[in-house]
DNA sequence: GTGCATATGTAGCGAGTGCTACATATGCTT
DNA sequence: AAGCATATGTAGCACTCGCTACATATGCAC
């Protein structure tokens, strides 16, 4: 009795979009190589097959993602150059909010925690992260801004404490804080 | 032949700061039963039968952890009050980066990671610290402030974009943002 | 056809997980 | 002394973990 019913053929690149698809709803730490197997109709046999262990298939699944991210970024903010500090900073908070953007905010954050903790590879990956993402931010400030390589640095850090406040229910306190910053002409 | 050796009685109240010093050293995801029970030196038998759970546990170490931190907190920083904001964030940021306040640090994202992957408990238990960081930081702005509680806000924003800016390598663009903001007077 | 590299399925290993069953030991109350 | 709640040790269960051994199946080169 043959099988003749299908050989999808799997490799690298056909697996990393659904491994990434996993990832982004499970996170990293609880990712487990059998349910991952799962999500991209495979078996783990298969996964370390094709990746070596478990660490080089994260490691090509986060190199995946942020290249998603990437595209995510350009696509989400108009084409428009914002003409203020303050409109600007609200662009892209509003983007970071957007239900389309969370899974990515999650594991975020999780590679921060990961920095934190001092696990090997996370803080490297998250340096790299936030540089492309500081160099993307200088491309936003407004064309007649007085300091656009300083003053993306100082919008960076308000954003990402912006975020912050957020995803742990303080929103408000962040939108008072930017109330009272120099952003909002008094 | 009896055991006369000694019996060290112990107790949730005895057991909790070997368990809290085990989980800022390790984390909370890592933390399984058998390794903080050799690190409070009883079993994981134990641990359970005082607990009744492991949620339990790390919920009742995570509320000890936070006592631990609001009292290094008031300690850290000297009992003079700041003359200027930047001051304020200045001496707020030196104590956060501390190597003593690290393990701090570390949980604290962890906390925040699982705030935005939604694990329950997490995002509550996030909130109510940072409502109590910003209630502290609300005592500490210079006492001639002219909006003590809008600037709290707003240097809460800043000093926490630039604590996670700082734990993933990107202390100097913090840095540099800060030094772009309206409290570095030109 | 005959090898041979690529690809895949099945089964399992050794370690670790939270938690429980059962047997005691201890010290207080009556 | 008897009974009883508190406390603790020993073993183990059912499960998941990353990973491997082994057996094939497939398709291409010669």
Redesign the interface.
């Known amino acids: 009795m043959s099988k003749l019913i299908s050989k999808p053929q799997m490799s690298k690149e056909s697996l990393l979009p659904l491994l990434a698809q996993h990832i982004l709803e499970h ?1 990293l ?1 609880g990712a487990s190589l059998r349910p991952l197997a799962k999500a991209a109709g495979t078996s783990d046999r298969m996964l370390i097959y094709h990746f070596g262990n478990k660490e080089q298939l994260l490691t090509d699944v986060l190199e995946h993602i942020a290249g998603i991210y990437s595209a995510a970024l350009d696509a989400g903010v108009g084409d428009e150059r914002a003409v203020t500090r303050q409109q600007c900073v609200a662009r892209i908070l509003a983007q970071g909010r957007e239900p389309a953007m969370q899974p990515f ?2 594991l ?6 990961g ?4 696990i090997p590879g996370y ?2 990956a ?2 790299s992260m ?2 492309e993402l ?1 160099g993307w931010l200088e491309t936003q400030m407004p064309a007649d801004d007085p ?1 656009p ?3 993306a ?10 975020l ?2 957020g ?4 929103a408000r ?2 939108r ?7 952003l909002s002409p008094s």
């Open positions: 996170g730490g905010m999650a975020w954050w999780e590679i921060v925690a920095a934190a903790r001092g803080r490297e998250a340096e936030m540089a500081l300091d390589v300083g003053g640095r100082y919008l960076l850090t308000l954003i990402e404490g912006s912050m406040l995803v742990v229910g303080h306190t962040a008072e804080g930017l109330l009272a910053s120099d």
